[in-house]
């Protein structure tokens, strides 16, 4: 369920008996719960726009989840260097520059100088 840009996952909680939400892939916690799938909803939207408006009032932005979407400026020869990297791997530029984002971005990798 996706509401302002932010998902949320259900869980049933078969003890309680309640729906229990958590706002996906960010940092800060959002969690909300509800007896119902339609009141579940009305919660969610409420704990975003609530936590929007937190954030606002505390002249803070809130955080966003990340969109998969990313946009470079490169020189040209090192875009034509990752183009032949990818090409050397048998993959796509951005297959390849998300195995290399990703591996760059594990603690303890080395970092650039």
Known sequence: ???RGYTTNLVFDTEDKIIVGRVLDIDDIITFHAESVAEFETHFHCAIDDYIAACEQSGSSPEKPASGRLMLRLAPQVHAAALK???RHGT???KWAEQVLSTASKPGSPRPT
Request: hydrophobic share 55%.
């Open 1 to 3: 369920m996706s509401y």
């Open 85 to 87: 990297a990818a090409a």
């Open 92 to 94: 796509s530029l951005n």
